[in-house]
């Protein structure tokens, strides 16, 4: 069952992302846009496109749709695979295009093929690390581990192996 760890982990791992608390919901917005929600009845609220918010839709049979482009569902109803899913897309509907466009292309990032990352991190961490721009070891060395464990989808194994690349 995925939690409100899990939606802030994911959420606050994508640039420029903010978290706020207001009468018991807690709202993660991109330059003063909301982009996800989980309300204190534990549904989660994504604003995204209306292609997307249909796909949710369909996806999911407790899911509703919301006003303002968007999905409405129990978060206990979503994998954390589909979480992060939908996170992303609800992210990259509403963050500004020079914040989206690395994002969207990180996502396409094969292990092996950004900078000089070695490929046996995965793509899963070569997507976040590419993500969040960082596509070399020489940057990799000026950051601790915590601020690399704590993009969504790098992990202690990744970590050890680029801590390994860099001698």
Do not use: C
Not at 20 to 43: H, I, M, N, Y
Not at 77 to 106: F, I, M
């Amino acid at each position: 069952m995925t939690s409100l760890a899990q939606l802030r982990r994911t959420a606050l791992s994508y640039p420029e992302t903010a978290e706020a608390a207001d009468g018991g919901t807690v709202s993660f917005t991109v330059q003063g846009k909301e982009f996800a929600a989980l309300r204190p009845d534990r549904q989660v609220v994504l604003r995204m496109t209306a292609s997307d918010a249909d796909e949710a839709h369909s996806a999911h049979a407790s899911a509703r749709r919301v006003s303002r482009a968007g999905v409405r569902l129990p978060i206990a109803d979503l994998n954390g695979q589909e979480l992060n899913h939908w996170v992303r897309r609800a992210w990259l509907s509403r963050a500004p295009k020079r914040l989206a466009a690395p994002v969207a292309a990180a996502g396409l990032a094969v292990a092996g093929e950004v900078g000089d990352l070695p490929k046996a991190i995965g793509s899963p961490a070569t997507r976040a690390l590419h993500g969040a721009g960082i596509t070399t070891l020489a940057q990799i060395a000026e950051r601790p581990d915590a601020e690399l464990l704590a993009l969504h989808g790098v992990g202690p194994k990744a970590v050890r192996l680029l801590r390994d690349a860099l001698g």
